[in-house]
C-alpha cells in the first residue's frame, strides 16, 4: 500500500509556471506506475499525464503536450509535475495516483489517490 499527498498548486497568472509534487510514503514507490489526473467542477476527472516505473516512458493528454513535463524521483519517493504556459482552462484540482496494471490513461488503472491539490489559473 501507498499513501501519495500533493503539494505545489496556487493561485498563478496566464502564462506563468508551477511544479506540483506527489510524495509517496512507503519502500515500493518505484514498484508502481504513476499518474497526474485533473477534476474542474461539475466535469469528470480526466487524465493528464503518466509516467512509467523507471520513468523512462511518459504519457500525456494532447493539451498539455509541450507545456506539461512528468517526471519522477525513485530515490526520493516523488513524482512531480512542471507546468509551463499555464492556461485558464487548466484550473483544477489535481490529483496524483499510482497503479499496477491496466491502461495508463484510465483512473481505473489506479488504486491509489492523494487528496489533490488546487491550480488556479486567472486570465
Known amino acids: 500500500q501507498v499513501q501519495l499527498t500533493e503539494s505545489g498548486g496556487g493561485l498563478v497568472q496566464a502564462g506563468g509556471s508551477l511544479r506540483l509534487s506527489c510524495a509517496a510514503s512507503?519502500?515500493?514507490?518505484?514498484?508502481?506506475?504513476m499518474g497526474w489526473f485533473r477534476q474542474a467542477p461539475g466535469r469528470e476527472r480526466e487524465f493528464v499525464a503518466g509516467?512509467?516505473?523507471?520513468?523512462?516512458?511518459?504519457y500525456y493528454t494532447d493539451s498539455v503536450k509541450g507545456r506539461f513535463t512528468i517526471f519522477r524521483d525513485n530515490a526520493k519517493n516523488t513524482m512531480y509535475l512542471q507546468m509551463n504556459s499555464l492556461k485558464p482552462e487548466d484550473t483544477s484540482v489535481y490529483y496524483c495516483?499510482?497503479?499496477?496494471?491496466?491502461?495508463?490513461?484510465?483512473?481505473?488503472?489506479?488504486?491509489?489517490w492523494g487528496q489533490g491539490t488546487q491550480v488556479t489559473v486567472s486570465s
Open positions: 512507503g519502500r515500493t514507490f518505484s514498484s508502481y506506475r
Open positions: 509516467i512509467s516505473r523507471s520513468g523512462g516512458t511518459t
Open positions: 495516483a499510482a497503479g499496477l496494471l491496466g491502461n495508463p490513461y484510465s483512473a481505473h488503472a489506479y488504486n491509489y
